[in-house]
C-alpha cells in the first residue's frame, strides 16, 4: 500500500507569477501521476502520494494552518479533502464563474500561486510523444471550447485563425468532447465576438469552432438521442478534414441525470464507449493548464484503469486564446479551487485502483 511521505517545503527558485503579485518563491515542480501504458496500480498510487506529499503542497496547507496525516494514502486523501472543502472551496455547489474570490494576504497568495506553478497548474507543457492513437479535448465555458480547438487544430497543423502552424504531432483519431449544457448570455456575447453565432449549447460551441478551425462544413454521420431533459440527451456528429484525422463531436449524457448535468468523467466516459480504445493505445487530451492535475486524474480514473490505454494531458498554451474573447482572471481563489477539483480526483482515482 502506498504511504504519503511528506517533505518539509523548500526552494529558493524564483518564478514569475503573472498575477500582479511580486515573483513569488516556488518549489520544484511536481510530476503527476503517470499515465504511461502499463503502468500498474502501484505505479499510480506512488504517483498521487508523490503529489500530496510534496512540498508544493505541504507549503499550501501550512499556509492555511494545517498539516496533513502522515499515514496511508487513503487516509491523507480523506483529510485533504475535508481540509480543502473547508478552506479551498468557494463554489459551494455552483458552477466556475460564480465561485466567490476569497480575501488573501499578499503573502499567502503569493504561495498560493508559487504552489500552483509547482502542482502543474500554471505553466503548458508540449506534448511527450510525436504519434497518438487519440487526441481527445475537453469541453469547457465558450472560451474554452475555441482555445482547446484551436490547440487541437495547430497540433495537428490545421489553420488557426489567420495563421498556419506546421504540425506538431499525429492523431488516428480526434474526438470533441462536451454536452448539451446551456450557454449563459455571457457566453453566447463572447462567442459573437468571435465571429460564432447560432450557439445555444456547450457542444454547439465546440461543433461550431471544429467547422470553423479544421474546415469542414456538413458532418458525413449524425447520431444522437435528443428529448425535453438535456441530461439525458446525447449527440455526435463525425467530420473527415481534407488530409487530416476523423473529428468526432460529441455531447454525452450524464451518469446521474436526476441530479446533474454531464462532467468531465462522463464525457470520456461516453466517448469510449462510442470507440474501440484497446489496451496501450496512447491517448492525449487537451484542456487549460489550470484543469491538467484534476483531468489528467479523473481520465486515469475513467480511461486509464478500465482500459488500459496510456494517458498524457497536456494544457493548451496561450497563444491559442482568441483575443476577441474575455477570459477569467485565474486568481489565487480559483487556483485553490482547482488544487481541491485535483485532490478529489485522485482521492476518486485512488479508490478506483484498489
Known amino acids: 500500500m502506498a504511504r504519503l511521505t511528506l517533505r518539509q517545503p523548500t526552494g529558493t527558485l524564483r518564478a514569475a507569477c503573472g ?21 500498474t496500480s502501484a505505479d499510480v498510487a506512488a504517483g498521487i502520494a508523490g503529489w500530496l506529499g510534496s512540498p508544493a503542497l505541504s507549503d499550501l496547507v501550512t499556509a492555511f494552518g494545517g498539516r496533513p496525516p502522515t499515514a496511508d494514502l487513503g487516509a491523507a486523501l480523506a483529510w485533504l479533502d475535508d481540509f480543502s472543502a473547508a478552506h479551498w472551496d468557494f463554489r459551494g455547489g455552483r458552477e466556475r464563474p460564480e465561485a466567490r474570490e476569497p480575501a488573501l494576504p499578499p503573502e499567502t497568495a503569493r504561495r498560493v500561486l508559487a504552489s500552483a506553478r509547482a502542482l502543474g497548474l500554471v505553466t503548458p507543457r508540449p506534448p511527450a510523444r510525436s504519434g497518438y492513437a487519440h487526441l481527445v479535448v475537453l469541453g469547457g465555458l465558450a472560451h474554452a471550447c475555441v482555445s ?24 488516428a483519431t480526434v474526438a470533441v468532447l462536451g454536452s448539451f449544457r446551456p450557454l449563459t448570455a455571457d457566453e453566447t456575447a463572447s462567442l459573437a465576438a468571435a465571429g460564432i453565432t447560432g450557439c445555444r449549447s456547450e457542444v454547439d460551441a465546440l461543433d461550431a469552432t471544429v467547422r470553423r478551425e479544421f474546415g469542414v462544413d456538413t458532418p458525413v454521420a449524425e ?28 455531447a454525452a449524457p450524464s451518469g446521474d441525470p436526476a441530479v446533474r448535468r ?16 484497446a489496451p496501450g493505445d496512447p491517448v492525449l487530451l487537451v484542456t487549460a493548464p489550470i484543469y491538467v492535475p484534476f483531468q489528467h ?19 493548451h498554451p496561450p497563444s491559442d ?22 485532490v478529489r480526483s485522485m482521492r476518486a482515482l485512488h479508490a478506483a485502483l484498489s
Open 321 to 342: 486564446l482568441d483575443d476577441r474573447m474575455p477570459v477569467p482572471v485565474l486568481t489565487p481563489g480559483r487556483y485553490l479551487q482547482e488544487i481541491r477539483s485535483a
Open 148 to 171: 482547446r480547438v484551436r490547440c487541437a487544430a495547430r497540433l495537428l497543423g490545421h489553420t488557426v485563425g489567420s495563421e498556419t502552424t506546421g504540425a506538431g504531432i499525429t492523431a
Open 19 to 39: 498575477y500582479g503579485y511580486d515573483p513569488p518563491v516556488t518549489v520544484p515542480a511536481v510530476p503527476l501521476p503517470t499515465g504511461a501504458p502499463g503502468a
Open 223 to 250: 447520431h444522437g438521442e435528443s428529448g425535453d431533459d438535456p441530461h439525458r440527451s446525447w449527440s455526435e456528429r463525425i467530420y473527415r478534414p481534407v488530409g487530416g484525422p476523423q473529428v468526432r463531436v460529441l
Open 262 to 277: 454531464a462532467h468531465t468523467a462522463d464525457t470520456q466516459r461516453f466517448w469510449a464507449s462510442r470507440i474501440r480504445l
Open 297 to 315: 486524474c479523473d481520465a486515469l480514473r475513467t480511461l486509464g484503469v478500465p482500459y488500459g490505454c496510456g494517458v498524457e494531458t497536456v494544457g
